[in-house]
């Protein structure tokens, strides 16, 4: 759960995967950046609030690129 501008919002890790496997310190490092955006600093992790209002304007996509390839 969080709270956010007196909204409460629950982040799954379907929404948030990258805290799954997270240290919960650096979970807990949670700070606004700018009056729309939620930071994790300890993750470079930025969420935009109207995310977490609107999750369906906002499919999570991965960009795949031929510099994401390691070869063995």
């Known amino acids: 759960?969080?709270?956010?501008?007196g909204c409460d919002y629950f982040l799954s890790y379907n929404r948030v995967p990258w805290m799954q496997n997270a240290p919960i310190r650096s979970v807990l490092n949670v700070q606004?950046?700018?009056?729309?955006?939620?930071e994790w600093p300890d993750l470079d992790v930025d969420l935009e609030i109207d995310?977490?209002?609107h999750p369906e304007?906002?499919?999570?996509?991965?960009?795949?690129?031929?510099?994401?390839?390691?070869?063995?």
């Open 32 to 38: 606004m950046s700018g009056s729309e955006t939620i």
């Open 57 to 72: 304007r906002y499919p999570l996509v991965i960009k795949r690129n031929a510099l994401d390839y390691v070869g063995d």
């Open 1 to 5: 759960m969080l709270s956010v501008q």
């Open 51 to 53: 995310s977490l209002r």
